[in-house]
């Protein structure tokens, strides 16, 4: 991976190429590398085998001339039983890119979890490596659509979880399992010469 000034340089330049950023709702979004739509999310559960995150996926083909790519995806958690303890993956082109794993637990209580948090998973590829290793995000070029995805998992049935859903409103205690805010994933891609 280049240091940061090679990413990042000075305020003098610019080197982003594209930006896409946009909620999960079905939306067209025009770039300079083409049209993308992204997915319509809804309230989402876990269970016990990795399921694609409903709003994280893109097939993404960076524009001519770019070096890296930062993918980040946002979501918000409702854990419900014992810490809502849950595991997520990032994957390209069917292959995990390690470094990106996160691990969720908050307060352990058995049938009321007060945490709510904001989530992200995502990583910075690098496109200018001499043979692709997607486990630690380098690729030697990036020809093409390549699906990145997020995925998700309970721990166990036991630490039940659900994304995409707001449970405590405005000081007036939670919303019941039926009657949730919902609250709309953020799918964010800059490529970068």
Known sequence: MANLSQ???????NNIIEMIESPADGRSIQAVSGTYVMENA?????????TDIVGSKIN??????TKYI?????????????SGLSHYRLYVAGV???EAFRTYSGSYYTSYSYNQHLMNIGYVFDLTASSDNV???QF???SGAKEIVAKGRRYSSTYTTELHKNRWWDGTGSNSYTNYIYTSPILKIVSFK
């Open 7 to 13: 990413i990042f340089p000075a305020a003098s330049s």
């Open 42 to 50: 809804a309230v989402q559960a876990l269970n016990n085998t990795y």
């Open 60 to 65: 993404y083909t960076p524009p001519d001339g």
């Open 70 to 82: 930062h993918y980040n995806f946002m979501w918000k958690m409702n854990p419900l039983n014992y």
């Open 96 to 98: 995990e890119v390690n």
């Open 135 to 137: 486990a630690v995000g």
């Open 140 to 142: 030697n070029g990036w």
